[in-house]
Structures are given as C-alpha cells and as structure tokens.
C-alpha cells in the first residue's frame, strides 16, 4: 500500500504543454500594445496561455495585470495587436458573446436571490434549453460543496461560501476560459489559504483554464501552473512557480518574489561554471555558479534566499562560503525564525531557521557574533 502510495507522482505525466512545440495555445497575445492616452499600461506584448493551465498575472499596482484581463474579457480593445481565443481574433466579439467569464473580486452576487437562483440566472439568459439548467445548477452546486445552502440569500452565507457561489456561476455556462481578478482578496488569510486549495482543485476537476491577476505572491505561487511577473506594461518572467523562485532572471523578479538577500559585487571567472565575486572590502569573496559565462570585473548582483542561509555560533568548516556577522534582530515567526545579521560594512543578511526546538533551548540572541555559510550553488548570480 505504502509503496503504491509512494510511486504514483512519479508515474504521473507531468503538465507543461508550453514544453511542447505541437501543442496550440489557447490564447495568444501577439504584439499587443494598450495605451490611454500618452500613458502605455501594455507594450508590445507577445504571451501564449494554454488549455487548463491556471495562469497567474502577478506585479504591483499599475504594472498592466488588470488591463491585459479587461481585454480579454472585452472590457478594453488593444490599440495595436491581436489577441486570439483559439485560434480566433476576439477584438469584433463583444464581453457577452466571448467564451469566457470573469469573477470579480466583489463576487457582486444578487442579494435578492438564493444561492440556486444567483447560480442560475446567467444560463436562463442563454441558449441551454429551461429543461437542462436545474440539473447544471446542482452540478455547480455538488462541485463547490454547497447542495446544502442552495435556498439561502447570499447574506445568510459566509464570504467564502460567497466566494464559491461565485465561482459556481461563472463556471456554469462551462466557458473556455475563466478570468479572476483578485478572487479571494476580501477573505482573512487563514481563508484564503484554504480557498487557494480548493480554487486548484475546481479548476483541474473542470479542466477550464483559468487567468488569475493578484499582487499576492503566495497566492500565486500555490495556484498557478505558470506565473507572469509584470512591471510597466511589460512580462518580465513567465515561468514555472518553482523557477520564478529558484532561477529568477532579473533583480526585479528576485526582489519581487519572496523575502531574499541582495549583494552587489564584481565577478571573476573562476572556470568550471563558477565566478568570485568581490563584495566588501577585506572581506573574502563569494564563490557562487553562473549559466552563462562573464567578463572579469562586471558588476552583477548576488541572490540568496534566507532559508538557504546556514547561521551558528561557531564558525563551520568545508563550506563554499563563510561570512562573520553579529544578531541585529530576531523575527519569531512560529514555524521559522528569521535572523537579520549585520555583516560587513553595515550590510544586512537575512538567515531563515526552522523551529525543530524550543525557545528556551535556542543558542542564537541578539547581539551575538555568529556565523553565516552557504554552498556555492545556493544563490544565483544576476546579470540585470
């Protein structure tokens, strides 16, 4: 049983048909530009989404998110470009006609109907047959686990059942793509965190694909197949969430994604796919590994997580890199600690350490002189 248990992910096909040059997107975005006026809010973006992908927009306030999902909803036209739905141009199409639907953070729910009317009202205005709707509204209603609520008022639920119940009515008339513009933006976090789960299990049980745009990094990193971190207009990494986390290709994604360590420094080829980098005076260099190769004195910029970060009180042998500091601050976190130490020249770096004792048995405080160490492939070195 154990062993059964145990082999199943990796029988499992992995879901990556952007890895595959057969597979045909179902959106395209080919050189779409969208401007208000003198202001650019998309440019020049080219963007492939795939069938049943859930596909996260994430960037801050005014980097473009919201505008790209209005335009697939139909809300707004790009001023230059096109943008297909399956193989279609879907610019002629108005919001009403397109084979998509969008949920709005606000769910906007109709007070004055229960949650088997709210679910039903978009398909009596389409082209299902009357006879066909009760059976698609109990399967909506089965598919977010809220048979039981059916006859209650929307106020006579929770912001979550809401949530679903919104859900449930945009999935209904089962449309090609679902767009969610900050979904679970107004549930508290311990909510969210649950709805996340269930979000993921909805979307693979439909097999819709759904476009999610949130500012929550968490959010969507837990949910998507592929994120898109945007900055003015612009997709500055579309990848895997693993790889946005891992491999970030700029000191923007680096810095946008998760708590890191940031070190400027100049590199020296070392050979070997491995570089030095001199990063504060009489102290000694950061050995670290680089794709591609570079010439001696560039500027770049060193990466690290925090909980790749090793701290202790002695200093630790046959590690790449060792850095003496003292405990600035300690963020106790339950599940982790966070330790920011002074190095040199004033510099912080965050150590991550996760709770395996009791307070009382921890060694590390304030003010202690400590050392910091990490392997040579734990960070990566950025270029830009």
């Keep these: 049983m154990h062993e059964d248990i145990m082999a199943q992910p990796a029988n499992r096909p992995v879901f990556a048909p952007w890895n595959d040059p057969n597979e045909k997107p179902l959106i395209q975005f080919k050189n779409v530009t969208k401007k208000f006026g003198e202001f650019t809010a998309i440019d020049d973006m080219t963007l492939n989404i795939y069938r049943k992908e859930f596909f996260a927009l994430l960037g801050p306030s005014g980097c473009g998110k919201t505008t790209l999902m209005r335009m697939l909803a139909g809300f707004e036209t790009p001023t230059k470009g096109t943008i297909l739905l399956d193989g279609v141009d879907i610019a002629p199409i108005p919001p009403n006609k397109r084979a998509t639907n969008m949920m709005f953070q606000s769910y906007a729910l109709f007070p004055h109907l229960s949650v088997w009317e709210n679910i039903a009202f978009g398909l009596k205005r389409s082209d299902m047959p009357k006879e066909k709707i009760p059976a698609r509204v109990e399967e909506m209603l089965k598919l977010v686990r809220l048979e039981k609520f059916a006859k209650r008022k929307p106020h006579q639920i929770s912001g979550g059942q809401r949530q679903r119940v919104a859900l449930a009515r945009s999935l209904a008339k089962a449309p090609k793509l679902l767009l969610l513009d900050e979904p679970l933006g107004a549930l508290d976090k311990k909510l969210r965190q649950d709805t996340q789960f269930e979000l993921m299990d909805i979307q693979e049980k439909t097999g819709t694909t759904f476009v999610i745009v949130t500012h929550d990094q968490e959010e969507a990193m837990t949910v998507a ?20 986390y891992e491999t970030p290709n700029s000191v923007y994604v680096a810095d946008f994604i ?27 260099e950061i050995s670290a590994s680089i794709a591609e190769g570079v010439a001696p004195g560039t500027k ?11 701290i202790s009180s002695d200093r630790p ?9 003292t405990v600035h601050d300690i963020a106790y976190l339950g599940n982790i600690s966070t330790y920011k130490v002074e190095v040199a020249g ?3 770096i965050k150590a991550q350490v ?6 009382a048995r921890r060694d590390i405080s304030w003010d202690d002189k400590v050392w910091l160490s ?3 492939t734990a960070g990566v070195v950025l270029l830009n």
């Design 225 to 244: 197949s592929r994120v898109a971190v945007m900055d003015h207009g612009k997709m500055i990494q579309v990848d895997t969430p693993d790889r946005i």
């Design 258 to 284: 998760g708590d890191v360590n940031i070190v400027e420094g100049t590199a020296t080829p070392k050979g070997d796919g491995k570089v030095a980098i001199a990063w504060a005076e009489g102290q000694p």
């Design 300 to 310: 770049v910029h060193f990466a690290i997580r925090p909980e790749k970060v090793a």
């Design 317 to 325: 042998e046959g590690k790449a890199n060792v850095i003496e500091g």
């Design 346 to 348: 004033g510099r912080m």
């Design 354 to 359: 996760a709770n395996d004792r009791r307070i």
């Design 374 to 376: 990490f392997t040579d």
